[in-house]
């Protein structure tokens, strides 16, 4: 589990809860459930008409994907690839079956399992491009989900306040009430913007920052499998791969940089 995001989100509404009690509020003034069943109500409504039933069900998917990280060790998966190279070199492709069948990567295996059955280099590339672009596309629908829970919660909460300022001004017979009534009116706006800028938006960027470290660990993967084929010295091997590993900055270069070449 990546306790770091949940630790970030914890910490925001401990910041917002904290303030507001600092200046003397009390924890009363923010629990309004008719705000609640507005804003959130609201914004699930709005979610639920913007995407088809197939991408709603991919919610806990999402959240899962945001929230449980896999530990992948670059350095470790480079060395990993490169003794499978110093296998090839020593005892040919089809010695690469048993290690492949073995690693806890399933990009790893597949692409292995690809070559060792004999797969044309351009067709192993294509495929394993494919599978990167796939879940790229699917990633990038996670991040979608919540990038719209995050556009439509602020506006709820502004909807959520008017309303509440209507049923305000049209009881202005207890002047007293007035304030206490007004207060609660912009709880609504409140969760809105709470919720959208510490938990949806928040998520959405997760997944995208995640999506990112996958995406170059494949991309990385692709290029490993392909010197295995290619039958490429181990010390090649880890240099070629050695990039991924220097940072985003060298990776991205390296990327565009490949993208430019014919």
Same mark, same amino acid.
């Given at each position: 589990?990546?306790?770091?995001?949940?630790?970030?989100?914890?910490?925001?509404?401990?910041?917002?809860?904290?303030?507001?009690?600092?200046?003397?509020? &009390?924890?009363?003034?923010? !629990?309004?459930?008719?705000?609640? $069943?507005? %804003?959130? *109500?609201?914004?699930?409504? @709005? #979610?639920?008409?913007?995407?088809?039933?197939?991408?709603?069900?991919?919610?806990?998917?999402?959240?899962?994907?945001?929230?449980?990280?896999?530990?992948?060790?670059?350095?470790?998966?480079?060395?990993?690839?490169?003794?499978?190279?110093?296998?090839?070199?020593?005892?040919?492709?089809?010695?690469?079956?048993?290690?492949?069948?073995? &690693?806890?990567?399933?990009? !790893?295996?597949?692409?292995?399992? $690809?070559? %060792?059955? *004999?797969?044309?280099?351009? @067709? #192993?590339?294509?495929?394993?491009?494919?599978?990167?672009?796939?879940?790229?596309?699917?990633?990038?629908?996670?991040?979608?989900?919540?990038?719209?829970?995050?556009?439509?919660?602020?506006?709820?909460?502004?909807?959520?306040?008017?309303?509440?300022?209507?049923?305000?001004?049209?009881?202005?017979?207890?002047?007293?009430?007035?304030?206490?009534?007004?207060?609660?009116?912009?709880?609504?706006?409140?969760?809105? %913007?709470?919720?959208?800028?510490?938990?949806?938006?928040?998520?959405?960027?997760?997944?995208?920052?995640?999506?990112?470290?996958?995406?170059?660990?494949?991309?990385?993967?692709?290029?490993?499998?392909?010197?295995?084929?290619?039958?490429?010295?181990?010390?090649?091997?880890?240099?070629?791969?050695?990039?991924?590993?220097?940072?985003?900055?060298?990776?991205?270069?390296?990327?565009?940089?490949?993208?430019?070449?014919?």
């Amino acid at each position: 589990m990546d306790f770091i995001t949940i630790i970030g989100i914890l910490f925001g509404l401990a910041a917002i809860i904290g303030g507001f009690l600092w200046e003397g509020g &009390h924890m009363g003034g923010l !629990l309004q459930g008719t705000a609640a $069943l507005i %804003v959130f *109500g609201g914004t699930a409504a @709005a #979610v639920m008409v913007s995407f088809s039933p197939a991408k709603l069900r991919n919610i806990p998917r999402a959240l899962k994907f945001a929230f449980f990280s896999r530990r992948s060790d670059t350095e470790v998966l480079i060395e990993d690839i490169a003794a499978m190279a110093a296998t090839v070199r020593r005892s040919g492709l089809l010695a690469l079956e048993r290690q492949g069948e073995s &690693h806890e990567d399933p990009f !790893l295996r597949e692409g292995i399992q $690809l070559v %060792v059955d *004999g797969t044309d280099q351009t @067709a #192993v590339k294509e495929m394993m491009e494919l599978e990167i672009d796939a879940h790229e596309s699917r990633w990038d629908g996670f991040a979608k989900l919540f990038e719209a829970a995050g556009g439509y919660a602020p506006t709820m909460g502004i909807i959520g306040t008017v309303m509440g300022l209507i049923h305000v001004l049209g009881s202005l017979q207890e002047p007293t009430d007035l304030g206490p009534s007004i207060a609660l009116a912009f709880t609504a706006t409140l969760y809105g %913007v709470a919720s959208a800028n510490l938990i949806f938006l928040p998520i959405a960027s997760k997944i995208k920052s995640r999506s990112e470290e996958e995406i170059q660990r494949m991309d990385m993967i692709t290029l490993g499998v392909l010197s295995l084929q290619n039958g490429d010295h181990p010390v090649l091997v880890r240099k070629k791969l050695e990039s991924f590993a220097a940072g985003p900055r060298e990776y991205e270069a390296r990327r565009q940089s490949s993208e430019e070449t014919p």
